[in-house]
């Protein structure tokens, strides 16, 4: 029996060393022909290299208790019960030692001349070896970050460049206010005969008010041309159209909608955008699924949760937020358990640590570009334009590959924000950062490598129904209404369950205040998602009918074992709430169709049976997460002008069947219903013009000198 198949009784049976000192062994730390290097966090390194007998290297350099240990190759491969996989092997059996806070393997990569041997390389140095002279480059950061203190804040672009990626083969549409397609920033890289304004009707997608900079802005990140004008896009090689309309020669689609990130409101897809969805990853792409891309919103600052909005809370999208140049989580980000990753935007207050990007304004001629793109809205497409990268060398890949690729690729950011923690599974998790920020270089090299997922399928506990007095939220610190529910391991195993990925609530609650109620998901290995957070703001009295919130954070861990909803009011003991039904959606990937029995339970003694089943494919009958009651806030005057009704009419007709690859973006604007207006600022010689409505991030562009 291997020290690793028998690992669980030889954690009960090896003594715990401890020194303050550990002795190093005499092996060299990079001699990676014969050893295989592992890094810990652990407080008694000795008894955890006794227990997989290996050897200890020494301290990490002077992170406190990092320390790294050594394993022969010909050990490892002996030893291990995966043979052709053992250092994945090595790193599971790791992660489950009571002393180990922390594993990585040290696994040799290819060094990508990202940096110079100072370093840093610098952006300058990185356009020559690539052939770019466009003049705003050395201002892109978010491809190469080589600022004091900030070296390693960007999304390693270079690292699929020298893999020879530029997004070839792929065609982002912009579904937007537009692309100015007349730029010629973007006129080598423009699809017409994948654009369409379906709100007038018209070929010409080109942007029509003096606000529609949006789209071409959006359109620059992912693929400005690699000229003499404003900087390039990630995927720099790739095609981009803007339309309303789906066609069959786009790959991805970057959609502009949804609803205002104000603190207030919480409204959800209509049935009719629903069954787009479905209908998206069901028959997009011949069957492979669309992918859909959207931003967490922009109201962070206003106390919004993008659990409140149904389109970046469904299973079906990729939900991005941002992290600013100094790693920091901005203020206007919104956090949520559906955040799944996060991407470089502006930051708070410095105008200058924004998106270089190409721009447009109405009624000013020539190439203009921007330093001030910002948001979520400017994070987002940056995950497509990386997403487009992984298309170009993997266009066979499902839709939830993508997200499956974006969790196991995600680097942590900021590590020491408090928001981090470890979920059942071991994975580090944020409700600001998601899983982290995007690896061009380290998503493209997984991608290559990478085996398919297979069919999602789901365990559905049925609806809890609570009557009375035992559905009443107790209010106060501290005081709390836990509703569980148990899914046994046999029910997961007649299930044919495997590996969790979303976990959806779905809620009736009344309250006379929603902004008080806050609502807990309580896994079996007591990691918590955040579903809702109390919003000050929210003073809406009509509760949450049949509200589904949706979390990643639980993303591979055990399903079976007792989930608890924990719904609390701790604000305003004037206005009162009942809770009257919850029900749990495990997501995950198995095939078969079968049907078992699970049981519900509420602290207040009110129990009843709950369905589990499952589903080799995805249908609009049994996949669809209802968001049945759902309220619809009107758009306001600032709303996106895109006519999503009748666009998603034409996006059910045309995508059943039709290869197309989906990415969408939202367009978030801050301080709704505000009265603007244009003003010329000055920023160190340069212009810009501003919507002086005290935002300044995600509303400024620069005008032609």
Same mark, same amino acid.
């Given at each position: =029996?291997?020290?690793? +198949?028998?690992?669980?009784?030889?954690?009960?049976?090896?003594?715990?060393?401890?020194?303050?000192?550990? +002795?190093? *062994?005499?092996?060299?730390?990079?001699?990676?022909?014969?050893?295989?290097?592992?890094?810990?966090?652990?407080?008694?390194?000795?008894?955890?290299?006794?227990?997989?007998? !290996?050897?200890?290297?020494?301290?990490?350099?002077?992170?406190?208790?990092?320390?790294?240990?050594?394993?022969?190759?010909?050990?490892?491969?002996?030893?291990?019960?995966?043979?052709?996989?053992?250092?994945?092997?090595?790193?599971?059996?790791?992660?489950?030692? @009571?002393?180990?806070?922390?594993?990585?393997?040290?696994?040799?990569?290819?060094?990508?001349?990202?940096?110079?041997?100072?370093?840093?390389?610098?952006?300058? *140095?990185?356009?020559?070896?690539?052939?770019?002279?466009?003049?705003?480059?050395?201002?892109? #950061?978010?491809?190469?970050?080589?600022?004091?203190?900030?070296?390693?804040?960007?999304?390693?672009?270079?690292?699929?460049?020298?893999?020879?990626?530029?997004?070839?083969?792929?065609?982002?549409?912009?579904?937007?206010?537009?692309?100015?397609?007349?730029?010629?920033?973007?006129?080598?890289?423009?699809?017409?005969?994948?654009?369409?304004?379906?709100?007038?009707?018209?070929?010409? !997608?080109?942007?029509?008010?003096?606000?529609?900079?949006?789209?071409?802005?959006?359109?620059?990140?992912?693929?400005?041309?690699?000229?003499?004008?404003?900087?390039?896009?990630?995927?720099?090689?790739?095609?981009?159209?803007?339309?309303?309309?789906?066609?069959?020669?786009?790959?991805?689609?970057?959609?502009?909608?949804?609803?205002?990130?104000?603190?207030?409101?919480?409204?959800?897809?209509?049935?009719?955008?629903?069954?787009?969805?479905?209908?998206?990853?069901?028959?997009?792409?011949?069957?492979?699924?669309?992918?859909?891309?959207?931003?967490?919103?922009?109201?962070?600052?206003?106390?919004?949760?993008?659990?409140?909005?149904?389109?970046?809370?469904?299973?079906? +999208?990729?939900?991005?937020?941002?992290?600013?140049?100094?790693?920091?989580?901005?203020?206007?980000?919104?956090?949520?358990?559906?955040? =799944?990753?996060?991407?470089?935007?502006?930051?708070?207050?410095?105008?200058?640590?924004?998106?270089?990007?190409?721009?447009?304004?109405?009624?000013?001629?020539?190439?203009?570009?921007?330093?001030?793109?910002?948001?979520?809205?400017? !994070? &987002? @497409?940056?995950?497509?334009?990386?997403?487009?990268?992984?298309?170009?060398?993997?266009?066979?890949?499902?839709?939830?590959?993508?997200?499956?690729?974006?969790?196991?690729?995600?680097?942590?950011?900021?590590?020491?924000?408090?928001? #981090?923690?470890?979920?059942?599974?071991?994975?580090?998790?944020?409700?600001?950062?998601?899983?982290?920020?995007?690896?061009?270089?380290?998503?493209?090299?997984?991608?290559?490598?990478?085996?398919? %997922?297979?069919?999602?399928?789901?365990?559905?506990?049925?609806?809890?129904?609570?009557?009375?007095?035992?559905?009443?939220?107790? $209010?106060?610190?501290?005081?709390?209404?836990?509703?569980?529910?148990?899914?046994?391991?046999?029910?997961?195993?007649?299930?044919?369950?495997?590996?969790?990925?979303?976990?959806? %609530?779905?809620?009736?609650?009344?309250?006379?205040?929603?902004?008080?109620?806050?609502?807990?998901?309580?896994?079996?290995?007591?990691?918590?998602?955040?579903?809702?957070?109390?919003?000050?703001?929210?003073?809406?009295?009509?509760?949450?009918?049949? #509200?589904?919130? =949706?979390?990643? !954070?639980?993303?591979?861990?055990?399903?079976?074992?007792?989930?608890?909803?924990?719904?609390?009011?701790?604000?305003?003991?004037?206005?009162?709430?009942? %809770?009257?039904?919850?029900?749990?959606?495990?997501?995950?990937?198995?095939?078969?169709?079968?049907?078992?029995?699970?049981? *519900?339970?509420?602290?207040?003694?009110?129990?009843?049976?709950?369905?589990?089943?499952?589903?080799?494919?995805?249908?609009?009958?049994?996949?669809?997460?209802? $968001?049945?009651?759902?309220?619809?806030?009107?758009? +306001?005057?600032?709303?996106?002008?895109?006519?999503?009704?009748?666009?998603?009419?034409?996006?059910?007709?045309?995508? &059943?069947?039709?290869? %197309?690859?989906? #990415?969408?973006?939202?367009?978030?604007?801050?301080?709704?219903?505000?009265?603007?207006?244009?003003?010329?600022?000055?920023?160190?010689?340069?212009?810009?013009?501003?919507?002086?409505?005290?935002?300044?991030?995600?509303?400024?562009?620069?005008?032609?000198?």
């Amino acid at each position: =029996m291997s020290p690793f +198949t028998a690992l669980p009784l030889l954690l009960l049976l090896t003594p715990h060393l401890t020194t303050s000192t550990p +002795t190093p *062994a005499k092996i060299a730390p990079n001699n990676h022909a014969e050893y295989t290097y592992i890094a810990i966090r652990s407080s008694s390194p000795l008894s955890v290299a006794t227990s997989f007998n !290996a050897t200890y290297i020494g301290p990490i350099g002077e992170l406190p208790s990092h320390h790294q240990l050594a394993i022969p190759h010909q050990d490892l491969s002996r030893r291990s019960a995966d043979p052709i996989h053992p250092h994945h092997y090595l790193k599971r059996a790791l992660e489950t030692h @009571p002393d180990v806070d922390w594993v990585e393997i040290q696994e040799p990569k290819r060094r990508y001349s990202k940096r110079g041997e100072d370093g840093s390389m610098g952006l300058k *140095a990185l356009g020559g070896r690539f052939g770019i002279v466009d003049p705003e480059f050395e201002a892109q #950061w978010h491809i190469l970050n080589d600022g004091a203190g900030q070296v390693g804040h960007d999304h390693n672009v270079s690292g699929a460049w020298d893999q020879g990626v530029f997004g070839k083969g792929s065609t982002v549409c912009i579904v937007d206010d537009g692309i100015y397609y007349k730029s010629t920033d973007l006129a080598a890289n423009y699809f017409a005969e994948g654009s369409y304004d379906f709100n007038t009707h018209s070929p010409d !997608a080109g942007p029509k008010d003096s606000l529609d900079r949006h789209g071409t802005r959006c359109a620059g990140e992912i693929a400005a041309v690699k000229n003499s004008v404003c900087g390039v896009g990630i995927a720099y090689e790739a095609k981009v159209s803007a339309t309303r309309i789906l066609f069959h020669d786009n790959h991805i689609f970057s959609c502009s909608w949804g609803p205002t990130d104000d603190g207030r409101t919480m409204e959800a897809p209509s049935t009719l955008v629903a069954e787009a969805f479905v209908n998206g990853v069901t028959n997009g792409r011949k069957g492979l699924g669309s992918v859909f891309v959207f931003a967490s919103g922009n109201g962070g600052a206003s106390g919004d949760d993008c659990n409140f909005d149904g389109f970046t809370n469904s299973i079906y +999208t990729i939900t991005v937020s941002s992290v600013d140049r100094y790693d920091q989580h901005p203020m206007y980000s919104e956090q949520c358990s559906a955040n =799944m990753i996060v991407m470089y935007s502006s930051a708070d207050t410095r105008h200058n640590d924004a998106i270089a990007t190409t721009d447009w304004s109405l009624g000013l001629t020539g190439d203009l570009c921007t330093r001030s793109h910002g948001g979520t809205s400017a !994070a &987002a @497409p940056l995950a497509s334009g990386v997403f487009a990268l992984v298309n170009s060398v993997r266009p066979d890949l499902g839709w939830r590959d993508y997200q499956h690729l974006s969790v196991q690729s995600a680097v942590v950011v900021n590590r020491n924000h408090s928001s #981090w923690v470890k979920n059942g599974a071991g994975r580090l998790y944020s409700h600001a950062f998601g899983y982290g920020k995007l690896d061009a270089g380290r998503i493209v090299e997984l991608a290559k490598k990478w085996k398919k %997922v297979t069919n999602q399928t789901f365990i559905e506990t049925g609806v809890k129904k609570i009557t009375g007095r035992d559905g009443v939220i107790p $209010q106060g610190e501290g005081k709390d209404l836990k509703i569980k529910f148990l899914v046994k391991e046999d029910d997961k195993k007649v299930n044919g369950f495997g590996g969790l990925e979303h976990v959806t %609530v779905t809620v009736n609650i009344t309250h006379q205040r929603r902004g008080d109620v806050w609502v807990d998901l309580v896994s079996p290995s007591g990691s918590v998602s955040h579903l809702a957070v109390g919003r000050k703001y929210d003073s809406d009295a009509g509760g949450f009918p049949g #509200w589904t919130f =949706m979390t990643v !954070a639980h993303w591979d861990e055990e399903v079976n074992g007792e989930w608890t909803v924990v719904v609390s009011d701790r604000d305003h003991p004037e206005t009162t709430g009942a %809770v009257q039904a919850v029900s749990i959606k495990f997501w995950g990937s198995k095939k078969d169709v079968v049907r078992i029995k699970t049981t *519900a339970s509420s602290s207040a003694g009110v129990s009843a049976g709950a369905v589990a089943s499952s589903n080799a494919k995805i249908s609009a009958t049994v996949s669809v997460p209802v $968001q049945a009651g759902n309220e619809t806030v009107p758009p +306001t005057n600032n709303s996106p002008r895109l006519d999503v009704g009748a666009w998603v009419g034409g996006m059910i007709g045309l995508l &059943a069947g039709v290869g %197309v690859l989906v #990415w969408c973006l939202v367009l978030r604007k801050k301080n709704e219903g505000s009265k603007k207006k244009q003003v010329i600022v000055d920023v160190e010689g340069r212009l810009f013009q501003r919507l002086d409505d005290g935002a300044g991030y995600d509303d400024d562009y620069e005008m032609e000198e």
